[in-house]
């Protein structure tokens, strides 16, 4: 009776979840599946026609797609490394210096509260060529020498991309060093400081190996979204000019919902790709990462 009494009871939060988890199925899940079936099929949104691998084939052969892939592992490498160093500085300045400041801990960190579409547009026409705001201020200031096409010279307007995305993003790996760096017993430095260790030997041997999870998380999290970079290539530049600034992501987008037609067994093709290769690289890097963590 006590046993039946208690099942009764576990049922009944059990039931909290079903509503979730039903939604969860419905909206991930399945559509998910769903699209692995139509990566094998040409498909326009009404009709399909299975087609077996050919939509695989066609990717690696696709000279666009490698173009996209390369700007997305652009994008991601040269992102991930500059903000989380910049993550790492500002934590360590804003923590373990004289800089310790909670209002400079938030201007920092309020560009990652903002809609990351939001600040594409608004950089987008502040570094627009003609009438953009940053170039009005150069030529009021005489300095035409270093104007330039900031969205649209494809070497100029991927590291903008870089740029704004770091500038909304290193607030919030900064924001988790802190918490790394709150995590470390002061009596390890002071033992540091009686054997005479400068700030430097400090922050090799005592700060960077025991804030290692903290750097394992921000590199995880910075590169799974990198690889899927959308948002700020889509509102700076649109994937331009010709295409030479484009994420995989927005190629999917493009080859799905754009004037070109929809190819959207091509692009479920590519989106099942992208999954294998983020998941691939994301199990690699997290191997790697955490044989470096030192428990403290």
């Not at 399909?48 to 700007?71: A, C, P, T, W």
């Not at 594409?120 to 020498?145: D, H, P, Q, T």
């Not at 994301?282 to 403290?296: C, D, G, M, Q, Y």
């Amino acid at each position: 009776m006590v046993k039946r009494k208690k099942a009764v009871r576990e049922l009944k939060w059990i039931s909290f979840v079903i509503p979730a988890l039903f939604f969860y199925i419905l909206f991930f899940w399945v559509p998910s599946l769903e699209s692995i079936y139509y990566s094998f099929t040409k498909w326009d949104g009404v009709t399909s026609e299975f087609v077996g691998i050919k939509n695989y084939i066609r990717l690696f052969h696709d000279k666009q797609i490698m173009e996209s892939i390369g700007n997305t592992v652009f994008y991601t490498v040269t992102i991930v490394i500059i903000q989380n160093v910049l993550g790492f500085a500002f934590a360590v300045l804003l923590e373990k210096s004289c800089l310790k400041n909670n209002i400079l801990r938030t201007l920092i960190f309020m560009p990652y509260v903002f809609s990351s579409l939001l600040i594409g547009y608004v950089f987008k026409f502040m570094l627009e060529s003609n009438i953009g705001a940053l170039n009005n201020i150069l030529r009021n200031l005489n300095l035409e020498g270093i104007i330039l096409p900031w969205l649209s010279n494809p070497s100029v307007s991927r590291w903008v991309i870089v740029a704004v995305t770091v500038w909304q993003c290193a607030g919030y790996t900064m924001v988790i060093n802190i918490a790394g760096l709150q995590s470390i017993p002061d009596m390890y430095y002071e033992a540091a400081s009686l054997d005479g260790a400068t700030k430097i030997q400090k922050l090799i041997h005592i700060t960077f190996p025991l804030i290692a999870p903290a750097t394992t998380i921000n590199v995880m999290l910075s590169l799974i979204g990198n690889l899927q970079i959308y948002n700020q290539v889509y509102t700076l530049t649109g994937g331009g000019p010709a295409h030479k600034t484009e994420s995989i992501a927005v190629t999917l987008y493009r080859l799905g919902f754009s004037s070109e037609g929809a190819q959207w067994g091509y692009g479920a093709a590519i989106a099942v790709a992208m999954f294998v290769i983020i998941l691939v690289i994301t199990i690699i890097t997290t191997t790697l990462l955490r044989k470096r963590e030192v428990e403290a």
